[in-house]
């Protein structure tokens, strides 16, 4: 089965301040993990994708498969980095017929970043 | 606007009552996907379609939900009989598979929901 851990609800850090957002993961084959985001009022988009290995908007994640987790990281928090963020596992769909993979998505944590 | 788009956006009834929703996927998207999501939550997958064909349900998805894709193109959610446990977020999400391409590789691009709420 799969599942996706976020401990934290909400994150509050200052501008300017390193931030973390935890995320770990099981899942028995192999993983392709995402952050999706969510701003206020906006649908839900992607923000990264761990096969990518790029930075986006400053934030980068590194999968750990010996660790299981797939922390999102920025060193410097903007105002505008406040929203929802997601993490979401991505697996093949069980009975497999023609393909498809369902996203396992975690809780969510709402960062806040203050002035 | 070339995203992903549902409607209606918000919707309030009465417990007992049917609804339905519409998901435009993005053009050319072949794949298809539905998901709920309740307050503190993330969304949570029902059911998945590559073109017109429905492929997945989750157990989530009770008998008195149906979900179709009419020729490989909208899909519509309905919900009949309506609990007050049915009230949440309902969100579609499309992608495209090319090919070969690898399974895990795909994108979903997520519109921007339903709202039900039942009375």
């Known amino acids: 089965a799969q599942r996706v851990t976020q401990p934290e609800k909400l994150l509050s850090v200052f501008k300017g301040a390193p931030v973390e957002l935890k995320c770990n993961y099981s899942?028995?084959?192999?993983?392709?993990l995402f952050w999706y985001v969510q701003y206020s009022r906006q649908r839900l988009q992607l923000l990264l994708r761990?096969?990518s290995r790029e930075s986006i908007k400053g934030f980068t994640a590194d999968l750990n498969k010996g660790e299981t987790s797939f922390h999102l990281k920025k060193p410097f928090a903007q105002e505008e980095d406040s929203a929802m963020y997601y993490c979401a596992l991505s697996g093949p769909i069980e009975e497999l017929t023609g393909g498809g993979n369902k996203l396992t998505f975690g809780t969510g944590t709402q960062l806040k970043v203050e002035l | 606007d070339t995203g992903v788009s549902q409607n209606p956006r918000h919707k309030i009834t009465k417990r007992g009552q049917n609804v339905t929703f519409r998901c435009d996927p993005i053009s050319e998207h072949n794949r298809l996907y539905w998901y709920r999501q309740t307050l503190g939550q993330g969304p949570e997958f029902l059911t998945y379609?590559?073109?017109?064909?429905?492929?997945?349900k989750s157990r989530l998805l009770s008998d008195r939900f149906s979900a179709e894709r009419p020729k490989g193109s909208f899909s519509t959610l309905e919900i009949q009989r309506t609990e007050q446990g049915d009230s949440a977020m309902y969100l579609c999400?499309?992608?495209?598979?090319?090919?070969?391409?690898?399974?895990?590789?795909?994108?979903?691009?997520f519109g921007p929901g339903t709202r039900l709420l039942v009375l």
């Open positions: 999400a499309s992608s495209l598979r090319e090919g070969l391409a690898d399974l895990n590789q795909e994108t979903q691009y």
């Open positions: 379609f590559q073109n017109e064909a429905q492929l997945e």
């Open positions: 761990h096969i």
């Open positions: 899942y028995s084959g192999s993983p392709e």
